[in-house]
């Protein structure tokens, strides 16, 4: 296994990501519990775009920004933030992003049905890790009652669809995106 060192074009890469990340988390609709954002499409092609090592390690840093204080969640930043109802969201969006990266390029040249089955698994991994989390926060750190079916109605079913329609475009953008990408920046995966 050999160690991989990242080149300037490859740390500008990963800034950018999580940069768009950030930028996701400020692009949103209000709803009740939770605000739906476009996190998940700049997540989600973090994965896509730039692996699982590099696209994992861009939300992952948007994740510690976050956490040191920088206001780039929906709601601020700081690490009273794993306190939020929302912060497992932010734990899938880091681990989704590492795993779509996986299978997108698990083989060279990846297919657009690979790269819709990855970020089909990103959504199922944010949203597991998104529900799980927020139904902790809320009965046992809130204490506030929140059964499954509620944890899954405010959780999922305002933003399944809009999510499932945008994983699809996220993943025909980026089987577009990766050609040029591969030839101007010579990626590695």
Do not use: W
Not at 140 to 152: F, R, T
């Amino acid at each position: 296994m050999s160690k991989s060192k990242f080149n300037i074009k490859d740390m500008t890469l990963i800034a950018m990501f999580t940069a768009l990340s950030a930028v996701g988390a400020f692009i949103k609709i209000p709803t009740p519990v939770i605000p739906f954002t476009l996190q998940i499409v700049f997540t989600c092609l973090a994965g896509l775009i730039l692996g699982k090592n590099k696209g994992g390690l861009s939300v992952a840093l948007y994740v510690l920004l976050g956490l040191f204080g920088l206001p780039i969640f929906t709601k601020g930043g700081g690490f009273q933030y794993i306190f939020e109802t929302t912060f497992g969201y932010l734990i899938g969006f880091a681990v989704g992003a590492y795993v779509t990266g996986a299978i997108a390029h698990a083989k060279e040249n990846p297919s657009l049905k690979r790269l819709i089955c990855a970020s089909m698994v990103n959504l199922v991994i944010v949203y597991t890790l998104g529900c799980i989390y927020g139904y902790f926060i809320l009965n046992y750190v809130n204490h506030v009652e929140y059964g499954v079916k509620a944890i899954l109605g405010a959780f999922v079913g305002p933003f399944i669809i809009p999510d499932l329609i945008l994983s699809i475009f996220t993943a025909c953008f980026s089987k577009k995106l990766l050609p040029i990408l591969e030839k101007q920046f010579q990626l590695v995966y």
